[in-house]
Nanobody
């Protein structure tokens, strides 16, 4: 079993930055990802990382602005979000699974472990 605890959401003006953290406990997942869900929209994958070698994956909408990274010793994954836009406003969720491979863009159905979600609000 894997437990995920997120932190770091908040409110910021357009162009600002936030960093989200996701601490895993119980075991080290092979894959971790950040999803987001805005009101009335489907949950979408934003960034993912293979924890073993740190290989990152990004949705086109956030490439060049968001950076996913992991601290293997702390079993924690981060999402650094720069140049935030109002359309980035959503609840952000950390997710994980233990399979060796993962599709990209990811399917939420492939991830059995989820954090509680953290709100990110970007005002114009």
């Amino acid at each position: 079993q894997v437990q995920l605890v997120e932190s770091g959401g908040g409110s910021v003006q357009a162009g600002g930055s936030l960093r989200l953290s996701c601490a895993a406990s119980g075991s080290t997942p092979r894959w971790m990802a950040w999803f987001r869900q805005a009101p009335g929209k489907e949950r979408e994958g934003v960034a993912g990382i293979r924890t073993g070698d740190g290989s990152p994956y990004y949705a086109d909408a956030v490439k060049g602005r968001f950076t996913i990274s992991r601290d293997y010793a702390k079993n924690t994954v981060y999402l650094q979000m720069n140049m935030l836009k109002p359309e980035d406003t959503a609840v952000y969720y950390c997710a994980a699974h233990n399979r060796y491979s993962s599709t990209w863009p990811p399917s939420a159905a492939d991830f059995p472990y989820w954090g509680q979600g953290t709100q990110v609000t970007v005002s114009s």
